[in-house]
């Protein structure tokens, strides 16, 4: 314990839609304290969140760092006066809301992202992402989000990328499902997401795997995301992870459908006959989310 409170421990967030997972780790990984918090409103969740951290921290060591991967929308812009700051979720009492602001109480420096960058962190080091240097990360569940991370950073512009709402190529006689994004209708989330085939086919597509043309249509959207991430950002490895993605036969589709759409046009070692080790499934399951964020604290500890 002497060693690890010198070297100080990291302090760890996976926050989602419905739970915090809040753990206290030390810099190699290993966790010593974890807490499950129900997501509510900040006024709410945020002390409990900090009252973790002080009893964990009372017993296991001062905390050195904190790592945050979070719902969103949220500012993940570390030069922006409002880094850490919810923006436009139109999730009750949290726009506005601040991670700092709960944790600056420790007096430990902080670093920030989205949950899907969290996640694809994780795979990056311990899961399916392991050796490759460029890796997109994609999860298809109640929305649709990709990460892209070179050299484990995420990539990003003025705000994390959106990539989920790209259109893919809608053929309205084969599906005329108009769509379900409130900005986009028929944008790659609007079509693709659990929220989507539930409100098309009235259940989820694990209970449509026997409908060959329904697993086609679905994964045909997905490809199109799948190539244009080949096309834009050339990574060593496209991951597909969520609760979609658990679709029997799904990933076998979007590997056909994306070679398809290459068409032999991008040329590399990596993009294997038939895709099957370059678009593969998520190897950490749960875990990606909070050992991403473990390794968030591990670069606010460098900083
Ligand atoms: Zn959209």
Redesign the pocket.
């Known amino acids: 314990m002497n060693e690890a409170r010198q070297k100080g421990l990291i302090g760890a967030i996976e926050a989602g839609g419905t739970k915090f997972i809040c753990a206290l780790a030390r810099p190699d990984g290993t966790i010593v304290a974890r807490a499950r918090i129900d997501t509510r409103t900040p006024a709410e969740c945020f002390p409990d969140m900090a009252t973790f951290f002080r009893e964990s921290a009372a017993t296991h060591g001062d905390i050195a760092a904190f790592g945050v991967a979070s719902f969103g929308p949220i500012d993940i812009d570390p030069a922006s006066p409002a880094y850490g700051t919810f923006t436009t979720t139109p999730k009750p009492g949290w726009q506005g809301a601040r991670y700092h602001d709960a944790l600056g109480q420790f007096g430990a420096p902080l670093v920030v992202d989205n949950d899907v960058n969290g996640a694809a962190l994780g795979e990056w080091l311990a899961g399916a992402g392991q050796g490759a240097r460029t890796i997109a990360y994609t999860t298809i569940g109640t929305g649709v989000g990709t990460g892209v991370l070179r050299d484990g950073r995420s990539l990003m512009g003025f705000s994390h990328y959106e990539m989920?709402?790209i259109h893919p190529s809608h053929d309205r006689a084969l599906d005329p499902f108009e769509g379900w994004?409130p900005?986009?209708g028929d944008?790659l989330?609007?079509l693709v997401a659990g929220p989507a085939i539930i409100k098309r086919w009235g259940t989820s597509l694990d209970h449509l795997a026997d409908d060959p043309a329904k697993i086609a249509l679905i994964g045909g959207y997905i490809a199109d995301l799948a190539a244009d991430l080949v096309l834009m950002h050339m990574p060593d490895r496209l991951i597909f992870g969520g609760g979609v993605v658990k679709a029997p036969g799904l990933i076998e589709v979007v590997r056909q459908r994306t070679e398809a759409r290459l068409n032999g046009y991008v040329r590399n070692p990596r993009l294997d006959p038939g895709l099957a080790t370059y678009i593969v499934t998520p190897g950490l399951g749960d875990d990606a989310g909070i050992t991403g964020a473990i390794a968030l604290g591990r670069q606010a500890l460098a900083q």
């Open positions: 989920g709402h994004c900005y986009h944008c989330e609007g």
